[in-house]
């Protein structure tokens, strides 16, 4: 059961690079995508363990791919967004909204 907990800005990125990226979501493509769009750069490391806490929350399931063809090539993990976080972005992105309502830009 998922933990009905807000999401910080950093698991929000996360997990718009995975709806983004679809079946292609794994570690490097994620970190790839927020770089990208934000220019923010995040190491593997941290993208990873986000993600797995988030699968532990029951917001991500994941699954091994195939081996790369090179010798001794290694799985790469790919992540799916569940249904449980998708709410959980909206909720944070109305939540966003709502507090910058009246406020004027300088």
Known sequence: MPTKKMLGEFEQLVLLGCLRLEERACTPEVMEEIRRRTGRDVSHAAVYIALRRMEKRGLVRSKLGQPSPEPGGRAKRY???????RQLLEESRRSLLRMWEGVESP
């Open 79 to 85: 992540f799916t967004v569940l249904p449980a976080a």
